[in-house]
């Protein structure tokens, strides 16, 4: 990992950060050593760094997101935990409503600003809007500079094209210029889980003003498949690339199932090295050299301490390692299905497996594994892909999700076959 700054050492110099904090801790109140030993503790426990693209910035491979704190109290606990734990990049929205809880904690241990990288996001229409929404965003956290200001969700108002021409619009060169130029950001980027947003990645890439991008993504990316393609063109271009609502998020229940240690028995690798499956897809996230860190929505504190010691533990997966994972993750990650016993089919009347024909097109088309969708679909019995003469009117009715099977089965076909 030619741009991973500490991983490889991180758990010798995690052992020999706890021999200096003892030092410390027994040595002479006050002095000089014990300063110096005390500093050198508080930096050996952050968590592992990788640098940014071409914003300066260093960012935690565990970045802590707080889309889903909304209770003030357990917001302010788990920034401070996480911060302990090492974490040092830290992502909010206006959306989220968590800005006050940051601004709260700087107000209430002021060093903190200038030792986190600090993300928020709001919602330009135009980029004539970005300066006076960064300034609200400052309010709202009660400091004078973010570490970058994110367009949220690109695409979702603007819609593919509308994205593609804000991001090529000749005034958002001069926005982010004087936003950079001002202080009041190092630098701009957007998040994005549009469908579209491999096209919308690759605008980004060549209109070259974007200095960083949060995007939806999978480990599991083929070489050919489009949004791969943006994403070298981007990481090519020096934009800092950031992963979010990572390819299985939490495992969803499935009844009578305990899908964890499932996923446990059909990966080895994460006996051998002791990984949740969590960790796993940490590690299989981290082994892409373009992503510098993961931008994780923390609940909990027993999340936060096993996705932390993920990042201390970080080694990069093998190939063999990642199609282990990646095989059981898609068998029992969350897909739209992956808690439905398939009514759709029983709805039909029937035995092709409408859910999974829907599914593996959504691989193929969205998630940008299409190598894979056509292994898994080429794998299916014969009459579990023959959907002719299948009520897809009654199966569409009884799908929770009211899928469209009547224009999506024959996309599956012409994808897939
Ligand atoms: S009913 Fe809908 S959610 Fe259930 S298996 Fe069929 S497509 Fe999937």
């Known amino acids: 990992m030619s741009h991973d700054q500490t991983g490889g050492t991180d758990r010798r110099t995690f052992l020999q950060a706890g021999a200096v904090a003892t030092a410390a801790a027994i040595g002479a109140t006050g002095s000089p050593i014990e300063a110096q030993a005390q500093e050198a503790a508080k930096k050996a426990e952050i968590l592992p760094r990788r640098k940014l693209g071409r914003t300066g910035l260093e960012i935690t491979m565990l970045e802590m997101g707080t889309g889903a704190l909304r209770e003030r109290g357990v917001l302010e ?200 499956p969590y960790q796993g897809l940490l590690h299989a996230i981290w082994s892409d050299e373009r992503i510098s860190g993961s931008c994780v929505s923390i609940k909990t504190t027993e999340q936060l301490r096993e996705d932390a010691d993920a990042a201390r533990r970080y080694e990069p997966l093998k190939t063999a390692e990642l199609d282990q994972l990646r095989d059981a993750i898609l068998a029992f990650g969350s897909t739209m299905c992956a808690d439905c016993e398939g009514r759709c089919s029983v ?47 009654a199966a569409r009715e009884a799908c929770p999700n009211k899928l469209d099977f009547a224009a999506l089965l024959p996309e599956a076909d012409r994808c897939l076959a």
């Not at 919602?123 to 809007?129: H, M, T, V």
């Not at 480990?219 to 949004?227: F, I, Q, Y």
């Not at 292994?375 to 897809?392: I, P, S, T, V």
Request: glycine fraction near 8%; avoid cysteine; hydrophobic fraction near 40%.
């Open 77 to 276: 606990r788990l920034l401070r935990l996480s911060y302990a734990n090492g974490v040092r990049t830290f992502d909010t929205a206006k959306a989220y409503g968590t800005e006050p809880g940051f601004k709260r904690w700087f107000e209430q241990s002021p060093e903190v600003r200038k030792e986190i990288v600090l993300v928020t996001k709001d919602g330009p229409r135009e980029p004539k809007d970005m300066i006076p929404m960064l300034d609200k965003r400052l309010e709202a956290l009660g400091t004078d500079y973010v570490d970058l200001f994110f367009i949220h969700g690109m695409g979702d108002d603007h819609g593919t094209a509308g994205a593609i021409a804000f991001l090529k619009n000749p005034e958002l060169k001069d926005v982010a210029e004087k936003i950079r130029k001002s202080g009041k950001a190092k630098g701009i980027g957007f998040s994005t889980h549009h469908k579209d947003r491999a096209a919308i990645i690759d605008a980004a890439a060549e209109a070259g003003v974007i200095d960083a991008i949060m995007l939806q993504y999978t480990p599991w990316l083929d070489k050919d498949a489009p949004l791969n393609k943006a994403l070298d063109a981007a990481h090519a271009k020096g934009i800092g690339l950031i992963s979010m609502k990572q390819v299985a998020g939490r495992f969803p229940a499935v009844p009578k199932m305990d899908v964890l240690t499932e996923v446990k028995k059909r990966v080895p690798m994460l006996a051998e090295k002791n990984l949740s």
């Open 347 to 393: 709805a039909a009347g029937t035995k092709a497996e409408l859910g999974n024909l829907t599914r593996f097109l959504t691989y193929y088309q969205h998630h940008g594994i299409r190598a894979e969708a056509r292994r898994q679909y080429a794998a299916m019995a014969d009459e579990a892909r023959d959907w002719k003469g299948a009520d897809l009117e």
